[in-house]
């Protein structure tokens, strides 16, 4: 782990979403320190606003007020292609179902995030080959996702997560369509990402023995984070 | 590379979708082909028109003859360099079905304004010499099987009688847009004819061909042979041979608006359904799309892989229907050889047939484009699952 400082903050956030000429208000005022290597579970009812704080976090949605510091950065105040760039340098995303292109193979659907990288061909490769080897699937590099079971495809998918060596990798249910063997599997290896290669996870689960192997589990209802974090450790 | 791989990959996921997608395109490129090179045959005669050569006829109307004695005075007029003239003789072979032009001509003067007409040159003598010879052109002599010295009736309906002549010379075009479907013989024969049963009509002919010395004074000439028979019994009407062809064209003009219309109305349909295929895919893969924007690729990554999948399609369609067009225009140009003698595939044709394949491949990209774009990721994910 690399310290105590939060990678993540936010303050104060807000949103809502407008339904017609209703405005819906998901999160409230939330305020939320996330430390460097902290493996952190969201954990709520569906509506909760789990999926909606996780997409803040990312980068992949904005608040209506509030701030909201990744790794020093106020990705609140970065236009849209800025933080493109700024997802693809420093966010890793697994999502339920896996979201794979269909028509590329595994190595295929790991180089996605270096083609924005400006990498040389070789290096691709290398890092590719690595971060599948990570996931113990460097002999199913030529296998299409249709190919591999569930369990595999989430673990390419965890390897395009991670190819990039981001601070943070956030996971939306990423045990949400598998078996329990294979989730497993998939939640040993993300402690492995926190462990052995000091990332930072946010998982929204519904599942509490996902939860489980979070370093801190917080509840969410009706957009009102919990007051006191539930520690594992 | 992958984007290239992507684009084709994703072309192909729904094969039979695809394939009923290419095959309508390249259908429709076939039948906008066809009905541009249609409207090409129809411009045929005024394509292969002689900035240098003019036609002279009756003011009045073309079936008005003109005196055989204005050959001289043409002649005489500055800037004439050859004067040939002719009748329409309008003869039927065996049945009215088998239609083709053919006229009475004075042989020499004419193949000198002709020399697009290429015969051999001993057959070419050979219809010089014989004033009951004829010559045909290479598909008209292949069409009906006849070689030199064959005997071939023509019943006359300008000019009543069973005619009959001897095929002496069989001319090919010098270049493919020249018409080789014309049958012309000697305009001796036909006066010296007309003089023993009617009289009263010979020394007439239908139009003189004039040869200028040079394009550039064909207007000049023009108005001075017009003035020249000003206020005679048979006034003239000269024009250059092109805008002779056009005068027959604009009789016709509504007919090959219409068949433009309707190939450019086939591209519209086209495009529709090629606008449907696009847009089923692109709202099947808006998740996928949701990823990429996800991964950090900006807006124009997405646009490229839809533009690039609707101009592949459509291109693929296109090639397939413009080569189809040859075989398809040369069956259709054998079929109707006697209303359309020239029916070839312009360069200009394939053309429009690329130009067509773009504006498809573009139009059915822009709303299925706009929709991946702007959708917000968060939106586009949620279609997942």
């Known amino acids: ?233 | 590379m992958q984007i290239l791989k992507l684009i084709f990959k994703n072309a192909f996921r729904h094969r039979l979708r695809t394939f009923l997608t290419i095959a309508g395109i390249s259908i429709a490129i076939l039948a906008f082909g066809l009905l541009r090179t249609v409207v090409d045959a129809w411009y045929a005669g005024v394509e292969a028109s002689a900035a240098n050569r003019l036609v002279s006829r009756n003011a009045i109307s073309l079936i008005f003859p003109l005196p055989f004695s204005y050959k001289e005075k043409i002649r005489q007029i500055e800037g004439v360099s050859i004067v040939s003239y002719g009748n329409w003789f309008g003869g039927i072979y065996i049945d009215e079905k088998n239609f083709f032009p053919n006229f009475a001509v004075e042989p020499k003067s004419y193949l000198e304004l002709y020399p697009e007409y290429v015969f051999q040159p001993d057959q070419l003598a050979a219809l010089l010499r014989d004033r009951k010879g004829f010559a045909a052109g290479r598909k008209l002599a292949e069409k009906y099987n006849w070689k030199p010295g064959d005997a071939v009736i023509l019943k006359g309906t300008i000019f009543p009688g069973e005619w009959e002549f001897v095929l002496r010379g069989i001319y090919k075009g010098r270049t493919k847009s020249v018409d080789e479907t014309q049958f012309f013989f000697h305009w001796n024969y036909l006066n010296e004819t007309v003089k023993k049963t009617n009289p009263g009509r010979a020394d007439q002919v239908g139009f003189y061909m004039i040869g200028v010395k040079n394009p550039n004074i064909a207007s000049n000439v023009t108005a001075a042979i017009d003035k020249t028979f000003k206020n005679s019994l048979a006034e003239t009407l000269t024009e250059t041979e092109k805008a002779f062809q056009m005068s027959f064209i604009s009789m016709s003009e509504a007919i090959v608006i219409a068949i433009q219309l309707v190939s450019f109305v086939v591209v519209i349909i086209i495009m529709a359904v090629m606008a449907n295929t696009m847009a089923m895919s692109s709202r099947e893969r808006i998740g996928e799309y949701a990823v990429f924007k996800t991964l950090g690729f900006g807006g124009m990554y997405i646009a490229v892989l839809i533009f690039g999948e609707s101009l592949f399609i459509s291109a693929t369609g296109c090639i397939i229907g413009a080569i189809l067009t040859f075989p398809a225009a040369k069956a259709f140009g054998n079929e109707m050889s006697q209303f359309f003698p020239i029916f070839i595939v312009s360069g200009n044709t394939i053309y429009l047939d690329a130009a067509a394949s773009v504006v498809i491949g573009i139009t059915a990209a822009i709303i299925p484009t706009y929709r991946a774009v702007t959708i917000r990721i968060a939106d586009g994910l949620r279609r997942i699952g």
């Open chain 1, 1 to 233: 782990m690399n310290g105590k400082r939060p990678i993540v903050e936010l303050r104060n956030i807000c949103k809502s979403y407008q339904r017609g000429s209703q405005n819906i208000p998901v999160l409230n005022d939330i305020t939320l320190d996330i430390k460097g290597g902290e493996f952190l579970a969201l954990m709520g009812p569906s509506g909760s606003g789990k999926s909606t704080l996780l997409n803040l976090i990312a980068g992949i949605d904005k608040a209506d007020s509030g701030v909201i510091n990744v790794a020093g950065i106020d990705i609140a105040a970065l236009s849209e292609t800025e933080l493109a760039g700024w997802r693809a340098a420093n966010v890793g995303f697994i999502f339920q179902f896996y979201n794979l292109i269909p028509v590329l193979t595994a190595f295929e659907n790991v180089e996605l995030p270096l083609l924005l990288s400006g990498l040389s061909k070789k290096e691709k490769k290398e890092h590719v080959e690595t971060a599948l080897g990570v996931v113990n699937l460097s002999d199913r590099l030529e296998h299409y996702p249709g190919e591999l079971s569930g369990g595999q495809q989430q673990r390419v998918a965890i390897a395009r997560a991670i190819v990039t060596d981001p601070a943070i990798i956030v996971a939306d249910e990423p045990t949400g369509d598998l078996d329990r063997v294979s989730a497993e599997e998939i939640l040993e290896l993300m402690e492995r990402l926190v462990h052995e290669l000091g990332k930072t996870i946010i998982m929204v689960t519904h599942d509490p023995r996902a939860a489980q192997k979070a370093h801190i589990i917080r509840h969410l209802d009706k957009g009102v984070l919990n007051a006191d974090p539930q520690a594992n450790i």
